[in-house]
């Protein structure tokens, strides 16, 4: 097993990889450092639907072979992809970094995510439990077994190029499935360095195969191969708009997809909150990566009694925050791509505008901080930079109260009784993650018994869940199936119920049972 490789240096070309060899052809494209515009990451070839459909062909042929492997051996095979991750944690972190962005310490947090997935899964070689259950008759014998579901088709975005992917890649191999993954088009290099420490780890190349497309050509293959009967389970992290598209797709064909969406996070304060912990916690959550988390921070829903001295430290934490090169200690480097910061900058600077004019501008700051340029680190031209925006004074039917920004924008909104905050937490019909301050177990309880997210942090941020920990959110944020976790096992396998009986005559099922 090679235990170093020097992705940093050798990433000439990136293309897909079927059964082990470049798919023919391909458009070429180019992924950039978003911290500096110049530097090229990567040459890349897309393909098209027709490689989409190639590798799930593929997939099918190299699924039984991979599911015949005993699953402890698979789960060693993840043992050895844990290690060769750790070994390289350092070099995978900085093309993190490179390709999309993400701060020096977040970058190792992210391979740290992917190895505690490796982790975890690697023993569930040995657990992937079935049952013995009794039966109603003498002499019949009834057992469930996990099934591989078959060839999965894994779609995923690229904020997490590692720690995301590895959420699903991980336990769908481990299970004995044959994956397709389609990373996002913009994290290409980060794809194909994971998916070469997968191969190298002992995954066999005809159950992993590399697909990088543009979503339009993911689609019409995705399409197509559904149509041929070619995939039996996808799996989506990404925008609603677009779960929405592939929930439609799966549905026609009578699968239930795993999907990860979107989130309008709130992270309430409550008049007993340790005020310098919530404004920390805000500050991670809403401007951490710079709030291109599904998890980040939506809306901070504060108790009047403290929404000013909360408003007020919050604000200049933002403002004294160093924004800017990521390989530095920043809180946040450049938006991932182009199309993030356009999209962010499309939907929602016309809104805070807008909502300047709605609520007035005399009160503490109605945008309330925007990082001074002298508290930059680097030069902001070279890349794609973002000022945080804190605007208060929102409002639960306002835009900024009920969808998602993906970028470094924070509301603030005040609330007086327990049932208006809890409908700014709830009422934009996401539910994904959440947070509240306080120093009362009773109001910590109550909140979650009421929130609608599928996550709950209790005084932390509401971003940076646990690997073992089920992931995944309701409403506008997914289809309730959850990622992490031995709960994703029910994503990648299907019960398989055995019945067995050794009477030597016909028992039947509720017309042969013993009375008592
Ligand atoms: C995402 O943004 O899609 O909890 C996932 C977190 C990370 C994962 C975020 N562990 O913030």
Known sequence: MTTTLGWTDALEAVGSVIAGRPAPGGTPA????????DDVVAEVRFGDASTVLAACRAAGDGQPAWAAVPAPVRGQVLANAAELL??????????????????????????????????LFLGEGRRLYG?????????????????????????????FPVAVPSWYLVPALLCGN??????????????????????????????????LADGAATFAGLEQALEA??????????STDVGRRIGELCGRHLQSPCLELGGKNPLVVMPDADLDLAVEGALFSGFGTAGQRCTSLGTAIVHEAVHDEFLARFARAVSEAAIGDPTRDVLYGPMIDERFLSRFEQDWLGLIRDHHELHGSTATGRITAAAPREGFVGDPGRGLFC????????????????????????GVARFAGWDEAMALANDHGYGLSSAIYTSDPRTAFRFHEQVTAGMVSVNNSTS??????????????????RQSGVWVLDQFTRWQSMNWDTAGRLQKAQMDVAQV
């Not at 109603?136 to 999965?152: I, Q, S, W």
Request: aromatic share 6%.
């Open 131 to 159: 049952m013995t259950v009794p039966s109603e008759m003498p002499d019949k014998h009834l057992f469930t077994f996990r099934r591989p579901v078959g060839t999965a088709v894994i779609v995923t975005a690229g904020n």
């Open 86 to 119: 750790r070994r390289n944690k350092e070099a995978l972190a900085r093309l993190v970094t490179r390709e999309i962005g993400k701060p020096a310490g977040e970058a190792l947090g992210e391979v740290q995510e992917a190895i505690d997935t490796c982790e």
């Open 387 to 410: 000022h945080p925006t804190i605007v208060s004074g929102v409002r639960a039917d306002d835009d900024l109260a009920r969808t998602e920004t993906f970028g470094p924008l924070v």
């Open 229 to 238: 009967g070619l995939v039996q389970k996808v799996g989506f992290t990404g």
């Open 30 to 37: 180019r992924s950039t450092n978003p911290a500096d515009l």
């Open 464 to 481: 940076g869940a646990e690997a073992h920990l089920p992931f995944g959110g309701n409403g506008k944020s997914g289809n309730g199936s």
């Open 178 to 211: 044959a994956v397709v993954w389609k990373p996002a088009d913009y994290s290409p290099a980060c794809a194909r360095a994971f998916a070469e420490i997968l191969w190298r780890a002992g995954v066999p190349a005809d159950a992993l195969h590399l697909v």
